[in-house]
């Protein structure tokens, strides 16, 4: 069946013509070639979207389902190539087969001990590593499929106002630039569709008018709650 | 009937697409902000200070936490004329003092009460439309729920952010079947989606396994 969408160009056509309604072609297959590769990223961010707007929802509830367990692995210390604390953690995690992105939580006061965290979505390791006593202790928290959705929408590596905390594991970086590329993907979409509809003559008017009332009420929220207030 | 059924799902695909858009925009900008840690500063940051004193201020305000704390708050900020979303309120016992964040997207105002001089200190700090939409995109949240939403155009952002979600979904549902109907499509689409799925777990399940 054909869409409304999509342009009708005459055989007999001029090359600028017909560039224009290849464009149009294209702009319109983009559309949903783009929506249809990104629609389980697209499902996942506004799912969970919404469930990170309800807290008090309970059935997603996912920390207070964990579970956890403490483990104490002897460790030899990090060799004189580990100079920074990030190598030193690094140097900590491969001993103990943990991978993850990690979080500075303290500040180092002693040379000797290193505290942080390991991150990586439905896992949290509490990692307190003692090279003068040849251990480290450490607490594993893993949550459920809910908790893994949930961290799945904000897991970047970056924390806010932070600077000593950002993205330090492969696969944090390979999920942030997946983040971006559907964010990229969704203007693309925005975009293509707003040009479609301009094609529409007769819904043009209709159109603007919804169109105008979402640009009113996001344009009040994003611009407008500073003049008011 | 089928043709009526395709031509309502089209009609609603492009009409509350093109009303979500607005928010769809705002949501993905910031994407990139939170990802990389940036904000563009359009316009300088602009702060200006005030100080109103002789505030009449509740006895057992320090006694208070939590939602009661906010609740007994909003009528102290609205004589000082500092509207917004209460944020989490710091008590220094030692020195008798109420730090609250106030906010409004693009403006982040640092209420600092002096308990015993019944005096107050505020910091309004212009913070610009990127900061706007992060604001807006990270609202109400999933920390605190029991203090959020104390101001009644956050819970109004609440409904839109909600609408937007269901409209999505709705959307990406509806432009399924709209690119089933073509049959022309089927088949790149079908490769489409199984490429785009199959990177979905495979990515979701190399970073969470």
């Excluded at chain 1, 897991?155 to 997946?178: E, I, K, Q």
């Excluded at chain 2, 359009?42 to 002789?54: E, I, M, Y």
């Excluded at chain 2, 909003?74 to 989490?88: C, D, Q, R």
């Amino acid at each position: 069946m054909p869409s409304a969408a999509e342009p009708v160009v005459a055989a007999s056509s001029k090359t600028p013509a017909r560039s224009w309604a290849g464009f149009e072609r294209w702009n319109r297959k983009l559309h949903f070639y783009s929506g249809l590769f990104l629609i389980f990223f697209l499902w996942l961010f506004a799912f969970t979207g919404l469930l990170l707007n309800h807290p008090a929802w309970t059935f997603h509830e996912h920390w207070k389902n964990r579970q956890e367990t403490n483990d104490e692995r002897a460790i030899t210390a990090p060799g004189t190539d580990a100079v920074t604390d990030l190598d030193q953690a690094r140097n900590i995690m491969r001993q103990l087969g943990i991978e993850g992105d990690i979080l500075w939580t303290t500040t180092r006061t002693d040379s000797s001990l290193l505290e942080f965290q390991v991150r990586r979505p439905g896992h949290f390791f509490f990692i307190k590593a003692d090279w003068t006593k040849g251990n480290a202790t450490v607490r594993q928290a893993d949550v459920n499929l809910w908790g893994i959705m949930k961290v799945l929408h904000v897991f970047d590596g970056n924390v806010a106002d932070d600077p000593r905390n950002h993205r330090d594991w492969a696969l944090t970086y390979l999920w942030a630039y997946s983040m971006d590329a559907v964010a990229a993907g969704l203007i693309l979409m925005v975009l293509s569709s707003v040009f479609m509809w301009l094609r529409l003559p007769q819904k043009r008017w209709t159109g603007a008018i919804v169109l105008g009332l979402g640009c009113l009420c996001c344009g009040l929220f994003c611009l407008g709650l500073r003049w008011l207030f | 009937m089928k043709g009526r059924f395709y031509r309502l799902t089209r009609d609603l695909h492009l009409y509350l697409g093109l009303f979500i858009s607005p928010f769809v925009l705002l949501f993905s900008v910031s994407v990139f902000f939170f990802v990389h840690s940036w904000t563009p500063n359009l316009a300088p940051d602009t702060a200006r200070t005030r100080v109103v004193s002789s505030l009449n201020l509740p006895t057992d305000l320090p006694k208070l936490s939590g939602r009661p704390l906010v609740d007994a708050l909003k009528p102290i900020l609205e004589s000082m004329n500092v509207p917004g979303e209460i944020g989490f309120v710091q008590h220094t016992v030692k020195d008798e003092t109420l730090i609250i964040p106030v906010s409004i997207p693009g403006r982040a105002t640092s209420v600092s009460i002096d308990l015993a001089r019944h005096e107050a200190t505020i910091v309004t700090r212009e913070t610009g439309f990127a900061d706007a939409l992060m604001t807006l995109h990270k609202s109400p949240g999933g920390h605190g729920p029991g203090i959020r939403m104390n101001w009644f155009v956050m819970k109004a952002w609440r409904w839109f952010a909600d609408a937007t979600v269901y409209l999505t979904l709705f959307i990406s549902v509806s432009g399924i079947y709209l690119w089933y109907v073509l049959r022309a499509e089927r088949r790149i689409g079908f490769i489409l989606l199984f490429a785009g799925t199959l990177t979905f777990f495979g990515i979701a399940y190399a970073v969470s396994r």
